[in-house]
């Protein structure tokens, strides 16, 4: 019988009637003919509600003992899940992290998954039973509860998958699929039906909030097809897989924008070799995630050095740059919290020379000014105006017509081959 | 060092602010040169609002689901508290009832402990940590999570006290100890400074709700000194521990009652072999929890069988009445939950006769009719009006002198040799 792994966000179980509703679609699943594991998050704003009360004892908590509290937020769910899935007259078994194997380093807060040992759960299934998962959480090898981090509990689900063999998992939200670009920005934005590991690693890591990039990664390491799907529908949604010969590769995706970043520019910093080496090794010292960099063009000695970092990495990358002017003898540094990133996706865009240079001139013609750009061999991202963000977003998704499946590139044919 | 177990109830963590106070105490009795081990509750309603999210998605929630939902109450209360110790900057470590090795056999929702692996709490207790310990739970030998029933969470505290070899279980609750009758209903009731694990075993029987019954079982088969005291006062409370030549034996220890049992009379049954039999052995199929047995004087080859049931059993005691109605060709059955047993307690019972004599007088004279009467060798109890129960404690209280420390009876010495 085929195993199906289904993930639930907090949101689907946010309430008795949504976990309710969960219960009957796991059972209908089941009665289709399935092997069904559902793993879910929290319900809705417990995670909230935990932090909080943590904060009200500990205004810096042990991250080992904040672990010990999240983790009982998906304990609550699983139970109270199982139950609703045996009012039903079906048998369901509910296990949390630890009891279900999934073994993790000791990064509490943000613990990676090492291994899956998955014979509970294939022990319940070949009894027939409908198994229930605590997502977002495992164990150390010691046994200390461990939490996996934002967006842990599609990594979990992923793992699980892997870790049983399931022909698919599906992941449940509150969208119905993986877009061209967010619906809300771009009304004819359309939904992508299948789209390989690659192009949705860097669609999640631009800012496409629909699937967990590391879920995305645990996911192409081990040959899991995704299937990111709307808990409100029966439609069918995106399915990540690998690419096959089935599938049709597009020269672009989707566009992706992502507003939760800020610049950070150290102004004439002296240009000689290893400055470039200081700055980050103490940016990352302090633990800040540094995403874009660019170094512009000496002028009389000294350079300036702009990145991008998280918006919630600011405060500490403030107080590294501050450090950082006084070591190297720098000018200053400016913080501009308004930019946003706007990315472009494609596998196809390998062999298309000129999806760059395209993208340029729409933002260009849409008055949009370019302040950063980085490319991947898929991908290119530009840093613009925050306020200008949606209307670039726009821009792009008209420009490479990507309301329809047939996606229209100047360079295609011809003019781009001057640009190769 | 000295190990001291501390166990705190759901209203000493009630609130952020009372976990706070928690974490005070514990760190004083640290520093003043004890190793501690605290076991905590599930703070405040968080239990019975737990219990109501199980009510809204099945009725009758498997057992072990229940288990999985409820034991996330202590979970959080064990995390909070070893915040809470960490902000006044001590090193605490929290450890759920399964991680601390509290195995227990499968009886989901009121499971008993098997065995306490105690080495996870020795070892961070020889780092010099403090220990924090979730109480209520534990887990099978193949890893399901159980929950002790009722009272579980004292049971843990003399179990690890037991485990790690504690010099003595501080149980903390919001009243200073145990007294020699209710001081809600006795104003002039005594705190009792010490008392025998026997005597306290037939107190807590009998309806008085300081300390858990099969807590004090535990402690008693474990020689575990259990010491009964209040969360808000540094004043000792009631000492509980084993007889020996230093504790002065009082005939009367306490007086006890309890208004939440009902009595159920099963009418003209006929009197022949095997009839009790097969009364009790339906109420024990049915899970009925029978407390005292009375079987009227035989009348015209029928009888009158009564017993009396706590009232959260009353619809299944019904139940089964009407079966065993017809099974045994009976009369009929009736039910009086209005009825309340009243108990005195004292091991000095044993040596002096006459206390049941006098007991039953002063009933009397305060005009209170007895309706059944039960006796063991250091108790006697009698099932009372339930409108008349609080004169009764009082009238007991008095008579006995139970309000100074020598007490008083008619039958010490002389006229109680008569009926002996």
Known sequence: MAIIVQKYGGTSVGTPDRIRAVASRIVAAKEAGASIVAVVSAMGDVTDELVALAAAVDPEPPEREMDMLLATGEQVSIALLAMAIHALGHEAISFTGPQVGIVTDHGHTKAKILEVRADRVRDALDAGRIVIVAGFQGT???????????????????????????????????????????????????????????????????????????????????????HCRSSFTDAPGTLVKEVDGSMEQAIISGVAYDASEAKVTIRDVPDRPGVAATVFTRMADANVNVDMIIQNVSEAGTTDISFTVPETDLTRARRTAAAVVAELCARDFTVDESIAKVSLVGAGMKTHPGVAAQMFRALSDAGVNIDLISTSTIRVTCVVDGDQVHTAVRALHDSFGLESAEVTTDSVPGCGEGER
Chains 1, 2 share one sequence.
Do not use: Q
Not at 176 to 205: H, N, Q
């Open 140 to 226: 150390t090898a010691d046994g200390a509860i461990t939490t996996l981090g934002r967006g842990g509990s599609d990594t979990t689900a992923v793992a699980v998958a892997a870790g049983v063999g399931a022909a698919v998992c599906e992941i449940y939200t509150d969208v119905d699929g993986v877009y061209t670009a967010d619906p809300r920005v771009v009304p004819s934005a359309r939904k992508i039906d299948e789209i390989s590991y690659e192009e949705m690693l860097e669609l999640a890591a631009s800012g496409a909030g629909v699937l967990n990039l590391r879920s995305v990664e645990f996911a192409r390491n081990h040959g899991v097809a995704v």
